[in-house]
T-cell receptor, first 118, second 111 residues
Framework: GAVVSQHPSRVICKSGTSVKIECRSL??????MFWYRQFPKQSLMLMAT?????????EQGVEKDKFLINHASLTLSTLTVTSAHPEDSSFYIC??????????????FGPGTRLLVL | TQLLEQSPQFLSIQEGENLTVYCNSS?????LQWYRQEPGEGPVLLVT?????EVKKLKRLTFQFGDARKDSSLHITAAQPGDTGLYLC???????????FGAGTQVVVTP
């Protein structure tokens, strides 16, 4: 299957600082990537859809000025959590959309980034 | 409102037993994916089903897509401790790209 990487795998930062998370598709090109947030023992919550070369589309209730998304190339999308606060602590996961396969389309997920804001 | 209802929320069974996880919706999906996620890791794709009535097998795992493409099930035969994890179903609508996730089923298989 397709491989998606994320960096860093975990990060601890002070309140008020900004944190950038990278999501890369390693062996394929992805025009669309997605960013999710997951709380303990819960399912994934979609935050935004990242499209290469255009602005991201945010889900209702997600602050676009707080969670900046940039999809500058076909293999890289970044999520920047600006002025992070303790309530932003969570597990952030990205995925890349694959189309044109025998099963239509699907998403492959990165390993996730654990963010802890002190 | 959860568009995809997944049940049960939690399953604890002994090694060697069988289990079934259900995923139901009032929406018709163009495809449905099943993922397994372990703590601290991202979800790993198990299977994608596309055709109504489709049955796919992956070793001891059997996946079924309902005839109307609104529901799906995952059946594990002779479960092993390595099957422990959070199982997630996710439905997709053609051309839209987004996935609608179920709430997940936490499966624990004890030796």
């Amino acid at each position: 299957g397709a491989v998606v990487s994320q960096h860093p795998s975990r990060v601890i930062c002070k309140s008020g600082t900004s944190v950038k998370i990278e999501c890369r598709s390693l062996d394929f090109q992805a025009t669309t990537m997605f960013w999710y947030r997951q709380f303990p023992k819960q399912s994934l919550m979609l935050m935004a859809t990242s499209n290469e070369g255009s602005k991201a589309t945010y889900e209702q209730g997600v602050e676009k000025d707080k969670f900046l998304i940039n999809h500058a190339s076909l293999t890289l999308s970044t999520l920047t959590v600006t002025s992070a606060h303790p309530e932003d602590s969570s597990f952030y996961i990205c995925s890349a959309r694959v189309t044109g396969t025998s099963v239509g389309e699907t998403q492959y997920f990165g390993p996730g980034t654990r963010l802890l804001v002190l | 409102t959860q568009l995809l209802e997944q049940s049960p929320q939690f399953l604890s069974i002994q090694e060697g037993e069988n289990l079934t996880v259900y995923c139901n919706s009032s929406s018709v999906f163009s495809s449905l994916q099943w993922y397994r996620q372990e703590p601290g890791e991202g979800p790993v794709l198990l299977v994608t089903v596309v055709t109504g009535g489709e049955v796919k097998k992956l070793k001891r795992l059997t996946f079924q897509f309902g005839d109307a493409r609104k529901d799906s099930s995952l059946h594990i035969t002779a479960a092993q401790p390595g099957d422990t994890g959070l199982y997630l179903c996710a439905g997709a609508w053609s051309g839209w790209g987004k996935l609608q996730f179920g709430a997940g089923t936490q499966v624990v298989v004890t030796p």
